[in-house]
């Protein structure tokens, strides 16, 4: 069964992270998850499951996407020759397949060595009861969204992502997988009052090396452009998937069955 290290840069995600953990935490043989001086409950709920650690960085309270690609470039490698695949993702990605870590086994098999998936935007009015795989429906953009957030660190010598990690230029002994049942969904856009309020707390930390480069010009939108931008995908959105076997019953069992692996 391939071996799965997990790799995220977080700050403030509580809201999120419970979710992305119970998600995350039967697929991987352990997760780091980068905290940029969270000041809410992050910190706690990552250190509550058992392959989960807290590993502290300071960007002097800015949004510093140089600091992040550095490390997003750079920390994976720490898992050659203990891991089969890295993840390296933002906290609000989910990578999808019906059958993951069986998907992972064939691809490792066939000597695949890095995975674009598809890429979509997922919309909901609201938090769902217990799983993010409860929210289906959203919007396609692999331009922006296929992002290659999981490759062989064995096989790929730099993954040398760009500024967002939209674009990367990896070397090494390259055979991509680009096929459309792995999906990479983004689950950002859940509850408006959510959203709203979580781009006035990253405008106000954008840095002078970001707002110079124009890097995370998004959080600078009207809240009004906001407003309509969501309705408008909401109304939009379309099935992406049918719950499935790490769907919501399916995640349960999962989980349950194979806990003690870790």
């Not at 997988?177 to 509850?191: E, F, T, V």
């Amino acid at each position: 069964m391939s071996i799965v290290h997990y790799y995220s840069i977080c700050w403030n995600e509580e809201k999120l992270l419970p979710y992305v953990l119970d998600y995350y935490s039967p697929i991987c043989e352990k997760m780091i998850f980068l905290d940029n001086e969270s000041d809410d409950r992050s910190p706690e709920i990552i250190r509550s499951y058992k392959n989960a650690e807290v590993r502290n960085y300071s960007s002097n309270g800015e949004i510093r996407d140089d600091i992040y690609i550095q490390i997003k470039n750079n920390i994976w490698k720490e898992s050659r020759g203990k891991a089969d695949w890295v993840i390296v993702c933002d906290v609000d990605e989910i990578l999808y397949h019906p059958d993951l870590i069986f998907k992972l086994d064939e691809l490792k098999n066939q000597g695949v060595s890095i995975i674009k998936p598809h890429g979509f935007d997922m919309y909901a009015e609201d938090y769902p009861e217990h799983s993010l795989l409860e929210i289906t429906s959203g919007i396609k953009d692999n331009r922006l969204l296929g992002k290659c957030i999981i490759f062989n660190p064995n096989m790929i010598d730099e993954i040398n992502y760009k500024i967002g990690c939209h674009k990367c230029y990896p070397t090494g002994t390259l055979k991509f997988y680009r096929k459309d049942d792995i999906k990479l969904l983004h689950y950002k856009c859940l509850k408006l009052d959510f959203l709203l309020d979580r781009f006035d707390l990253l405008k106000k930390r954008l840095s002078q090396f970001n707002i110079q480069n124009k890097f995370g010009k998004h959080y600078l939108a009207e809240k009004e452009l906001i407003k309509k931008k969501y309705y408008k995908n909401l109304s939009n959105s379309e099935n992406i998937f049918k719950p499935s076997p790490q769907g919501i019953i399916g995640w349960a069992y999962d989980k349950f069955v194979r806990k003690k692996r870790w």
